[in-house]
Protein backbone atom coordinates (compact mmCIF):
# COMPACT_ATOMS: atom_id res chain seq x y z
CA UNK A 1 0.00 0.00 0.00
CA UNK A 2 3.07 2.73 0.55
CA UNK A 3 3.90 2.17 -3.09
CA UNK A 4 1.12 4.64 -4.07
CA UNK A 5 1.33 6.69 -0.74
CA UNK A 6 5.10 7.05 -1.90
CA UNK A 7 4.47 7.73 -5.13
CA UNK A 8 2.11 10.47 -4.03
CA UNK A 9 4.41 11.54 -1.83
CA UNK A 10 7.72 12.12 -4.15
CA UNK A 11 5.74 14.14 -6.11
CA UNK A 12 4.47 16.73 -3.88
CA UNK A 13 8.18 17.37 -2.49
CA UNK A 14 8.80 17.43 -6.11
CA UNK A 15 6.38 20.04 -6.81
CA UNK A 16 7.72 21.98 -3.79
CA UNK A 17 10.86 21.44 -5.25
CA UNK A 18 10.41 22.91 -9.12
CA UNK A 19 7.58 25.63 -7.31
CA UNK A 20 11.31 27.29 -5.10
CA UNK A 21 9.46 26.60 -2.12
CA UNK A 22 11.49 23.91 -0.22
CA UNK A 23 12.19 24.81 3.11
CA UNK A 24 16.32 23.97 3.76
CA UNK A 25 17.03 23.87 7.76
CA UNK A 26 20.40 26.01 8.49
CA UNK A 27 22.07 23.60 10.88
CA UNK A 28 23.81 26.00 13.78
CA UNK A 29 26.43 24.10 16.35
CA UNK A 30 26.85 26.64 18.84
CA UNK A 31 24.41 27.87 21.25
CA UNK A 32 21.82 30.39 20.03
CA UNK A 33 23.02 34.11 20.27
CA UNK A 34 23.99 37.23 18.39
CA UNK A 35 27.05 35.53 16.77
CA UNK A 36 26.26 31.29 15.79
CA UNK A 37 28.48 28.94 13.98
CA UNK A 38 27.19 27.03 11.21
CA UNK A 39 27.78 23.80 10.25
CA UNK A 40 29.99 24.66 7.41
CA UNK A 41 32.57 26.38 10.20
CA UNK A 42 31.65 29.59 9.28
CA UNK A 43 30.84 32.40 12.00
CA UNK A 44 27.72 34.51 11.03
CA UNK A 45 25.83 37.22 12.77
CA UNK A 46 22.20 36.24 13.91
CA UNK A 47 19.37 38.59 12.49
CA UNK A 48 16.82 35.82 12.43
CA UNK A 49 16.14 34.53 15.58
CA UNK A 50 13.21 35.58 18.17
CA UNK A 51 15.73 36.22 21.09
CA UNK A 52 15.10 39.60 21.34
CA UNK A 53 16.36 39.85 24.89
CA UNK A 54 19.30 37.93 24.45
CA UNK A 55 18.24 35.53 27.01
CA UNK A 56 18.53 31.96 24.63
CA UNK A 57 21.72 31.87 26.32
CA UNK A 58 21.49 33.94 29.16
CA UNK A 59 24.37 32.75 32.55
CA UNK A 60 21.10 33.47 35.11
CA UNK A 61 18.67 31.31 33.08
CA UNK A 62 21.14 28.21 32.63
CA UNK A 63 21.71 28.64 36.24
CA UNK A 64 18.00 28.50 36.87
CA UNK A 65 18.12 25.87 34.66
CA UNK A 66 20.52 23.76 36.07
CA UNK A 67 19.18 24.16 39.79
CA UNK A 68 15.93 22.97 38.96
CA UNK A 69 17.41 19.83 37.25
CA UNK A 70 19.45 19.01 40.53
CA UNK A 71 15.74 19.63 42.46
CA UNK A 72 12.85 18.69 40.84
CA UNK A 73 15.11 16.07 38.33
CA UNK A 74 14.63 15.79 34.52
CA UNK A 75 10.68 15.28 33.51
CA UNK A 76 7.41 15.87 35.01
CA UNK A 77 6.40 12.55 33.27
CA UNK A 78 2.22 12.94 33.62
CA UNK A 79 -0.34 15.58 32.70
CA UNK A 80 -0.71 18.62 34.97
CA UNK A 81 -4.08 17.40 36.79
CA UNK A 82 -2.66 13.88 37.51
CA UNK A 83 0.80 14.25 38.90
CA UNK A 84 2.53 16.79 36.42
CA UNK A 85 2.36 19.60 38.78
CA UNK A 86 5.13 21.07 41.02
CA UNK A 87 5.41 24.01 43.06
CA UNK A 88 7.60 25.80 40.50
CA UNK A 89 5.10 25.37 37.69
CA UNK A 90 2.03 27.39 39.99
CA UNK A 91 5.16 30.00 41.16
CA UNK A 92 5.98 30.74 36.99
CA UNK A 93 2.28 30.58 36.76
CA UNK A 94 1.93 33.44 39.26
CA UNK A 95 4.87 35.47 37.83
CA UNK A 96 3.50 35.74 34.81
CA UNK A 97 0.12 37.03 35.63
CA UNK A 98 2.11 39.61 37.86
CA UNK A 99 3.98 40.49 34.77
CA UNK A 100 1.13 41.21 32.73
CA UNK A 101 -1.25 42.62 35.18
CA UNK A 102 -3.74 39.39 34.98
CA UNK A 103 -5.72 37.69 37.56
CA UNK A 104 -4.62 33.81 36.69
CA UNK A 105 -2.41 32.08 34.08
CA UNK A 106 -2.08 28.09 32.86
CA UNK A 107 0.75 26.94 31.14
CA UNK A 108 0.60 25.08 28.25
CA UNK A 109 3.61 23.04 26.06
CA UNK A 110 3.68 25.83 23.49
CA UNK A 111 1.48 29.09 22.46
CA UNK A 112 0.34 26.81 19.24
CA UNK A 113 -1.23 24.74 22.12
CA UNK A 114 -2.25 28.12 23.92
CA UNK A 115 -3.97 29.45 20.91
CA UNK A 116 -5.49 25.55 20.17
CA UNK A 117 -6.95 24.89 23.75
CA UNK A 118 -8.45 28.68 24.17
CA UNK A 119 -11.60 28.67 22.28
CA UNK A 120 -13.31 25.28 21.94
CA UNK A 121 -13.65 25.25 25.43
CA UNK A 122 -15.13 28.94 25.86
CA UNK A 123 -17.34 29.13 22.84
CA UNK A 124 -19.75 27.49 21.08
CA UNK A 125 -22.55 27.33 18.20
CA UNK A 126 -24.29 30.63 20.15
CA UNK A 127 -21.37 32.51 19.71
CA UNK A 128 -18.99 34.68 17.15
CA UNK A 129 -15.27 34.94 16.80
CA UNK A 130 -13.62 37.81 15.23
CA UNK A 131 -10.02 37.44 14.11
CA UNK A 132 -7.38 39.56 11.92
CA UNK A 133 -6.75 38.44 8.59
CA UNK A 134 -3.12 38.44 9.52
CA UNK A 135 -3.85 36.30 12.64
CA UNK A 136 -0.70 33.32 13.34
CA UNK A 137 -1.83 30.15 12.27
CA UNK A 138 -2.20 28.48 15.59
CA UNK A 139 -5.08 31.13 16.33
CA UNK A 140 -6.76 30.04 13.17
CA UNK A 141 -6.49 26.29 13.55
CA UNK A 142 -8.02 26.97 17.45
CA UNK A 143 -10.91 28.80 16.21
CA UNK A 144 -11.45 25.77 13.33
CA UNK A 145 -11.78 23.42 16.70
CA UNK A 146 -14.65 25.60 17.88
CA UNK A 147 -17.97 25.77 17.08
CA UNK A 148 -18.36 29.51 17.02
CA UNK A 149 -19.38 31.75 13.66
CA UNK A 150 -16.12 33.24 12.69
CA UNK A 151 -15.48 36.48 10.94
CA UNK A 152 -12.71 37.82 9.63
CA UNK A 153 -11.32 41.48 9.54
CA UNK A 154 -8.80 43.40 7.14
CA UNK A 155 -5.69 43.70 8.96
CA UNK A 156 -5.91 46.33 11.83
CA UNK A 157 -8.51 47.99 9.53
CA UNK A 158 -11.58 49.13 12.56
CA UNK A 159 -13.74 50.33 9.81
CA UNK A 160 -13.62 46.52 8.41
CA UNK A 161 -13.58 45.10 12.59
CA UNK A 162 -16.27 47.35 12.87
CA UNK A 163 -18.23 46.00 9.98
CA UNK A 164 -17.98 42.96 11.38
CA UNK A 165 -19.06 43.82 14.82
CA UNK A 166 -22.53 44.88 12.92
CA UNK A 167 -22.68 41.23 11.20
CA UNK A 168 -22.14 39.24 15.00
CA UNK A 169 -24.46 41.14 16.95
CA UNK A 170 -26.37 38.36 17.37
CA UNK A 171 -24.38 36.22 18.62
CA UNK A 172 -24.34 35.45 22.82
CA UNK A 173 -20.83 36.25 23.31
CA UNK A 174 -18.32 38.18 20.64
CA UNK A 175 -14.27 38.02 21.02
CA UNK A 176 -12.71 39.96 18.66
CA UNK A 177 -8.73 38.44 18.56
CA UNK A 178 -5.37 39.95 17.26
CA UNK A 179 -1.76 39.13 16.99
CA UNK A 180 0.10 42.00 19.36
CA UNK A 181 2.79 42.13 16.58
CA UNK A 182 2.36 41.06 13.23
CA UNK A 183 5.28 39.35 12.75
CA UNK A 184 5.83 39.66 8.70
CA UNK A 185 5.20 43.46 9.30
CA UNK A 186 6.41 44.23 12.68
CA UNK A 187 2.91 46.40 12.89
CA UNK A 188 1.43 46.45 16.39
CA UNK A 189 -2.36 45.85 16.71
CA UNK A 190 -4.28 49.04 17.33
CA UNK A 191 -5.18 47.99 20.67
CA UNK A 192 -6.43 51.24 22.09
CA UNK A 193 -9.35 51.23 19.26
CA UNK A 194 -9.83 47.63 19.32
CA UNK A 195 -11.01 48.16 23.33
CA UNK A 196 -13.10 50.87 22.03
CA UNK A 197 -14.94 49.33 19.57
CA UNK A 198 -14.90 46.62 21.64
CA UNK A 199 -16.56 48.15 24.76
CA UNK A 200 -18.90 49.37 21.83
CA UNK A 201 -19.99 46.03 20.52
CA UNK A 202 -19.99 44.54 24.09
CA UNK A 203 -16.86 41.95 23.09
CA UNK A 204 -14.23 40.29 24.33
CA UNK A 205 -10.64 40.39 23.43
CA UNK A 206 -7.86 38.39 23.34
CA UNK A 207 -4.22 39.57 22.40
CA UNK A 208 -1.74 36.73 21.15
CA UNK A 209 1.69 38.35 22.82
CA UNK A 210 4.12 36.48 21.67
CA UNK A 211 5.99 38.66 19.34
CA UNK A 212 5.08 41.73 21.80
CA UNK A 213 5.99 40.56 25.04
CA UNK A 214 9.30 41.20 26.30
CA UNK A 215 9.94 43.22 23.63
CA UNK A 216 6.69 46.28 23.20
CA UNK A 217 6.29 48.91 25.69
CA UNK A 218 8.88 50.73 27.66
CA UNK A 219 9.28 47.65 29.91
CA UNK A 220 8.58 45.00 27.67
CA UNK A 221 4.96 44.44 28.91
CA UNK A 222 3.77 43.53 25.82
CA UNK A 223 0.83 45.97 23.45
CA UNK A 224 -1.44 46.36 26.68
CA UNK A 225 1.79 48.83 28.53
CA UNK A 226 2.27 50.38 24.98
CA UNK A 227 -1.46 51.42 24.89
CA UNK A 228 -1.91 51.82 28.28
CA UNK A 229 -4.43 49.52 28.85
CA UNK A 230 -2.81 46.88 31.26
CA UNK A 231 -6.32 44.52 32.97
CA UNK A 232 -8.67 45.84 30.14
CA UNK A 233 -7.68 42.46 27.92
CA UNK A 234 -9.89 39.70 29.13
CA UNK A 235 -7.64 36.71 27.49
CA UNK A 236 -3.33 37.20 26.78
CA UNK A 237 -2.16 34.28 24.81
CA UNK A 238 1.87 33.92 25.36
CA UNK A 239 5.20 32.08 24.66
CA UNK A 240 8.59 31.52 26.36
CA UNK A 241 9.64 30.38 23.08
CA UNK A 242 11.06 34.25 22.10
CA UNK A 243 12.08 37.15 24.19
CA UNK A 244 11.70 34.94 27.24
CA UNK A 245 14.16 32.73 26.91
CA UNK A 246 13.36 30.97 23.65
CA UNK A 247 13.42 27.35 25.10
CA UNK A 248 9.93 25.85 24.92
CA UNK A 249 5.82 26.78 26.80
CA UNK A 250 3.33 28.67 26.06
CA UNK A 251 0.30 30.36 28.35
CA UNK A 252 -2.87 31.81 28.75
CA UNK A 253 -3.74 34.86 30.79
CA UNK A 254 -6.28 36.40 32.11
CA UNK A 255 -9.93 36.34 34.02
CA UNK A 256 -9.59 34.01 36.85
CA UNK A 257 -12.94 31.86 35.66
CA UNK A 258 -11.56 31.62 32.00
CA UNK A 259 -8.05 30.29 33.10
CA UNK A 260 -10.45 28.10 35.52
CA UNK A 261 -12.41 26.50 32.71
CA UNK A 262 -9.46 26.09 30.66
CA UNK A 263 -7.85 24.25 33.60
CA UNK A 264 -11.16 21.95 33.17
CA UNK A 265 -11.76 22.17 29.74
CA UNK A 266 -8.82 22.67 27.47
CA UNK A 267 -7.43 19.32 25.69
CA UNK A 268 -3.89 20.63 25.08
CA UNK A 269 -3.55 20.83 28.75
CA UNK A 270 -5.18 17.89 29.83
CA UNK A 271 -3.69 15.65 27.52
CA UNK A 272 -0.19 16.65 27.12
CA UNK A 273 2.60 16.30 29.24
CA UNK A 274 3.34 18.97 31.78
CA UNK A 275 6.70 21.20 30.87
CA UNK A 276 10.02 20.15 32.74
CA UNK A 277 11.16 21.39 36.01
CA UNK A 278 14.15 23.26 34.66
CA UNK A 279 11.95 25.15 32.09
CA UNK A 280 9.92 26.64 34.90
CA UNK A 281 12.80 27.41 36.89
CA UNK A 282 14.47 29.40 34.23
CA UNK A 283 11.64 30.94 34.03
CA UNK A 284 10.93 32.23 36.98
CA UNK A 285 14.25 33.56 37.40
CA UNK A 286 13.81 35.42 34.08
CA UNK A 287 10.53 37.29 35.28
CA UNK A 288 12.27 37.78 38.20
CA UNK A 289 14.95 39.74 36.25
CA UNK A 290 12.08 41.40 34.14
CA UNK A 291 10.82 43.15 37.70
CA UNK A 292 14.22 44.05 38.80
CA UNK A 293 15.10 45.69 35.78
CA UNK A 294 13.99 47.17 31.87
CA UNK A 295 17.51 47.40 30.66
CA UNK A 296 17.02 44.68 28.46
CA UNK A 297 13.86 46.52 26.82
CA UNK A 298 16.28 49.81 26.51
CA UNK A 299 18.81 48.22 25.22
CA UNK A 300 16.16 46.34 22.44
CA UNK A 301 14.95 50.09 21.79
CA UNK A 302 18.11 51.41 20.90
CA UNK A 303 19.20 48.89 18.51
CA UNK A 304 15.97 48.73 16.60
CA UNK A 305 15.91 52.55 16.70
CA UNK A 306 19.84 52.54 15.43
CA UNK A 307 19.27 50.01 12.89
CA UNK A 308 16.16 51.02 11.41
CA UNK A 309 16.87 54.57 10.98
CA UNK A 310 20.15 53.87 9.06
CA UNK A 311 18.70 51.47 6.73
CA UNK A 312 16.03 54.03 5.99
CA UNK A 313 18.70 56.69 5.28
CA UNK A 314 20.47 54.05 2.55
CA UNK A 315 17.57 54.23 1.03
CA UNK A 316 15.82 50.90 1.57
CA UNK A 317 12.10 50.54 1.15
CA UNK A 318 11.13 49.62 5.07
CA UNK A 319 7.35 48.78 6.27
CA UNK A 320 6.86 51.32 9.27
CA UNK A 321 7.33 48.62 12.58
CA UNK A 322 6.91 49.16 16.03
CA UNK A 323 8.31 45.93 17.19
CA UNK A 324 11.96 44.37 17.08
CA UNK A 325 11.17 43.28 13.78
CA UNK A 326 12.32 45.21 10.40
CA UNK A 327 10.78 44.08 6.85
CA UNK A 328 12.94 45.34 4.06
CA UNK A 329 10.97 45.32 0.78
CA UNK A 330 12.06 43.78 -1.84
CA UNK A 331 8.85 42.92 -3.79
CA UNK A 332 10.84 40.11 -5.84
CA UNK A 333 10.88 36.68 -4.57
CA UNK A 334 13.86 35.81 -6.51
CA UNK A 335 15.69 38.62 -5.93
CA UNK A 336 14.81 38.45 -1.81
CA UNK A 337 16.61 34.84 -1.89
CA UNK A 338 19.51 35.88 -3.98
CA UNK A 339 19.98 38.85 -1.34
CA UNK A 340 19.82 36.47 1.58
CA UNK A 341 22.79 34.64 0.14
CA UNK A 342 24.75 37.30 -0.45
CA UNK A 343 24.44 38.50 2.70
CA UNK A 344 25.30 35.15 4.25
CA UNK A 345 28.36 35.61 2.17
CA UNK A 346 28.97 38.74 4.09
CA UNK A 347 28.50 36.92 7.40
CA UNK A 348 24.67 38.04 8.01
CA UNK A 349 22.10 35.57 8.63
CA UNK A 350 18.76 36.81 7.60
CA UNK A 351 15.97 35.28 6.05
CA UNK A 352 13.82 36.16 3.16
CA UNK A 353 10.33 35.60 2.87
CA UNK A 354 8.55 35.26 -0.21
CA UNK A 355 4.65 34.01 -1.26
CA UNK A 356 2.97 32.35 0.13
CA UNK A 357 4.65 33.27 3.60
CA UNK A 358 3.29 36.84 2.60
CA UNK A 359 1.30 37.94 -0.01
CA UNK A 360 2.29 37.64 -3.77
CA UNK A 361 4.99 40.24 -4.56
CA UNK A 362 5.49 41.10 -1.02
CA UNK A 363 8.97 39.46 -0.90
CA UNK A 364 10.77 40.94 1.73
CA UNK A 365 14.01 40.45 4.15
CA UNK A 366 13.12 40.33 7.91
CA UNK A 367 15.39 41.62 10.29
CA UNK A 368 15.09 40.65 13.62
CA UNK A 369 17.12 42.53 16.57
CA UNK A 370 18.25 41.64 19.30
CA UNK A 371 19.60 43.16 23.00
CA UNK A 372 22.64 40.86 22.16
CA UNK A 373 23.60 42.84 19.29
CA UNK A 374 26.24 45.10 20.10
CA UNK A 375 26.44 47.89 17.99
CA UNK A 376 30.06 46.81 15.69
CA UNK A 377 27.59 43.74 14.91
CA UNK A 378 24.72 46.51 13.90
CA UNK A 379 27.11 48.16 11.96
CA UNK A 380 28.51 45.38 10.11
CA UNK A 381 25.29 44.26 9.42
CA UNK A 382 23.85 47.25 8.02
CA UNK A 383 27.16 47.55 5.87
CA UNK A 384 26.62 44.30 4.40
CA UNK A 385 22.75 45.65 3.28
CA UNK A 386 24.27 48.45 1.46
CA UNK A 387 27.26 46.95 -0.60
CA UNK A 388 24.56 43.99 -1.23
CA UNK A 389 21.95 47.19 -1.80
CA UNK A 390 24.16 48.29 -4.50
CA UNK A 391 25.61 44.81 -6.28
CA UNK A 392 21.89 43.81 -7.03
CA UNK A 393 20.69 47.20 -7.97
CA UNK A 394 18.21 47.54 -5.22
CA UNK A 395 19.87 50.65 -4.39
CA UNK A 396 21.58 53.31 -6.45
C1 LIG B 1 5.50 31.94 17.60
C2 LIG B 1 4.08 32.22 17.73
C3 LIG B 1 3.19 31.29 18.27
C4 LIG B 1 3.63 29.89 18.64
O1 LIG B 1 4.40 29.92 19.80
P1 LIG B 1 5.14 28.56 20.27
O2 LIG B 1 5.29 28.72 21.74
O3 LIG B 1 6.43 28.53 19.52
O4 LIG B 1 4.24 27.44 19.91
C5 LIG B 1 1.86 31.64 18.43
N1 LIG B 1 1.42 32.87 18.07
C6 LIG B 1 2.24 33.79 17.53
C7 LIG B 1 1.70 35.13 17.15
C8 LIG B 1 3.59 33.50 17.33
O5 LIG B 1 4.39 34.40 16.79
Redesign the pocket.
Known sequence: MYGKLREHLQNELSQIREAGLYKNERVIISSQDAVIRLESGVTVLNFCA?NYLGLSNHPDLIDAAKSALDSHGFGMSSVRFICGTSDLHKELERKIAEFFGTEDTILYA????A?GGVFEPLFSEADAIISDSLN?A??IDGVRLSKASRFRYNNADMNDLELQLRKAEDARFRIIVT?GVF?MDGNVAPLDEIIRLANKYDALVMV?E??SAGVVGATGRGVTEKFNVRGEVDII?G????AFGGA???FTTGRKEIIELLRQRSRPYLFSNAIPPSVAGAGIRMFEMMAETSELQTRLHQNTEYFVSRIREAGFDIKPTKSAICAVMLYDAKLSQEFASKLLEEGIYVTGFYYPVVPQGQARIRVQLSAAHKTEHLDTAIAAFIKTGKELGVLK
Do not use: E, Q, V, Y
Request: hydrophobic share 25%; glycine share 14%; proline share 0%.
Open positions: NACFDNHSIDSDCHTTLGKIGG
